[in-house]
T-cell receptor
Framework: NAGVTQTPKFQVLKTGQSMTLQCAQD?????MSWYRQDPGMGLRLIHY???????DQGEVPNGYNVSRSTTEDFPLRLLSAAPSQTSVYFC????????????????FGPGTRLTVL | QQQVKQSPQSLIVQKGGISIINCAYE??????FPWYQQFPGKGPALLIA?????SEKKEGRFTISFNKSAKQFSLHIMDSQPGDSATYFC?????????FGSGTQLTVLP
């Protein structure tokens, strides 16, 4: 298993540009999530999905869109990039527990470092 | 609103010493308290975790102490090694959603 993969590793955008950060997992996990990591602030939840076709907002969703058409993929879209979105972005997936309830252990991808000029 | 407060922000320990990182939470609905370890350029990885029905959990050199009444929990790294140098995050979970502390950068001197 490749685990959780993210592309690209690095990206530089100009203000106003759009782009999609890719995330994929091959562990058949239903629960996936996106975080951003900023110095001194830990990781903050952007969006999450409990399964294909179902997404919801986290703590800091503004400026980001997500969709979940398959179990494997959970892309994060920046519609109009702003300098405040300069950050390191992590995707994570969570294995299922008993009776379909997700466990709490999250497996993180290697991250995408995004700079918005 | 910071629901999980972590301290210290940075910590320097001599090889063989004990590293202690503390966290406090506010939301009594949290029911799972993991610690993640992150090396530069990598994603966080689960290190050890505890549920509130126990007061301590030990795995090798790593121990979580949990005080439910005080809403505090801490990570103890015994016999700290240079390879332990990393950023450590505490977290708290409710309904599978993690809330992270701000992180502690640990440096273990050889």
């Amino acid at each position: 298993n490749a685990g959780v993969t993210q592309t690209p590793k690095f990206q530089v955008l100009k203000t106003g540009q759009s782009m999609t950060l890719q995330c994929a997992q091959d562990m058949n996990h239903e629960y996936m999530s996106w975080y951003r990591q900023d110095p001194g602030m830990g990781l903050r939840l952007i969006h999450y999905s409990v399964g294909a076709g179902i997404t919801d907002q986290g703590e800091v969703p503004n400026g980001y869109n997500v969709s979940r058409s398959t179990t494997e993929d959970f892309p994060l879209r920046l519609l109009s990039a702003a300098p405040s979105q300069t950050s390191v972005y992590f995707c994570a997936s969570t294995p299922p527990g008993l009776a379909g309830v997700s466990t709490d252990t999250q497996y993180f991808g290697p991250g995408t470092r995004l700079t918005v000029l | 609103q910071q629901q999980v407060k972590q301290s210290p922000q940075s910590l320097i320990v001599q090889k063989g010493g004990i590293s202690i990182i503390n966290c406090a939470y506010e939301n009594t609905a949290f029911d799972y308290f993991p610690w993640y370890q992150q090396f530069p350029g990598k994603g966080p990885a689960l290190l050890i975790a505890i549920r509130p029905d126990v007061s301590e959990k030990k795995e090798g050199r790593f121990t979580i102490s949990f005080n439910k009444s005080a809403k505090q929990f801490s990570l103890h790294i015994m016999d700290s090694q240079p390879g332990d140098s990393a950023t450590y995050f505490c977290a708290a979970s409710s309904w599978g959603q993690l809330t992270f502390g701000s992180g502690t950068q640990l440096t273990v001197l050889p």
